[in-house]
């Protein structure tokens, strides 16, 4: 089982971008493999609600909103932090534009009746605590009764610890991207993660570590 740190992580990346795989791929394969995920856990959802932040982590929820409303599924986006700032993220929120994707802000949360909350809010990137704007999205995902299925990292939670914020989500399921990260492993962290299911985003063997 391969566990790295954030920082390795990163290092994996880089190195899978300088061999072909580009940044925007891995996310268009962790959106894809964690969109398969959610289907094959809760194959009758109709609705999801992805509450996305606006590092990359929110760029794997766009991907995911993308092919849930091409599958027909309905489909609210929540900019719990406002508009995306990275490029990937960017690229992939741009796309929506063309679908039926309901698109909300954080004002309007409480409203939201979905059968899935896919929880897109912040993955290896969180520190420190929340903020009020991330206290408030976490508020819903953990209230909404929904499914909750995290991406990478359940929002609140350190990934290098597994350290977790005061009103951080909890998830049913985790998909954690490529490796695990000791947040996936802590037992202290076990009650967020819910089920923890490790998914291929195509990164080859020889970036990783002792490969
Ligand atoms: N590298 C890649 O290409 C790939 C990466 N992948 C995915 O990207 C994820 C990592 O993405 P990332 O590095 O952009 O960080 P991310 O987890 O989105 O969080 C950063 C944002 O959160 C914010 N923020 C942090 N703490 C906060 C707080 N307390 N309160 C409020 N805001 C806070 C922070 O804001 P700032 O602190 O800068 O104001 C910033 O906007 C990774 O887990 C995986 O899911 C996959 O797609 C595969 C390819
Ligand atoms: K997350």
Not at 69 to 95: H, M
Not at 145 to 154: I, K
Request: aromatic share 6%; charged share 15%; with cysteine.
């Amino acid at each position: 089982m391969r566990v790295v740190t954030v920082a390795q992580m990163k290092q994996i990346e880089k190195l899978a971008d300088a061999n072909g795989v580009s940044y925007y791929q891995m996310m268009e394969n962790a959106g894809t493999a964690a969109y398969r995920i959610l289907r094959q856990r809760v194959p009758h959802a109709k609705h999801i609600a992805v509450v996305a932040g606006k590092g990359n982590n929110g760029g794997d929820g766009f991907v995911m909103a993308r092919l849930a409303a091409q599958d027909g599924l309905s489909v609210t986006v929540v900019l719990a932090e406002g508009e995306p700032v990275t490029r990937d993220a960017k690229t992939n929120y741009a796309l929506l534009h063309a679908l039926p994707v309901t698109i909300q802000t954080a004002d309007t949360v409480r409203s939201i009746h979905a059968d899935v909350v896919v929880d897109a809010l912040y993955g290896t990137g969180f520190h420190g605590s929340l903020r009020p704007s991330g206290q408030k999205a976490c508020d819903f995902m953990r209230t909404s009764g929904a499914y909750v299925l995290a991406l990478d990292v359940p929002s609140g939670l350190q990934a290098d610890t597994g350290i977790a914020a005061d009103g951080a989500v909890k998830a049913q399921c985790t998909v954690a991207f490529d490796s695990f990260k000791q947040v996936h492993i802590a037992p202290a962290a076990a009650a967020f993660c819910g089920t923890v299911v490790l998914a291929d985003i195509g990164v080859p063997d020889a970036c990783h570590p002792h490969a």
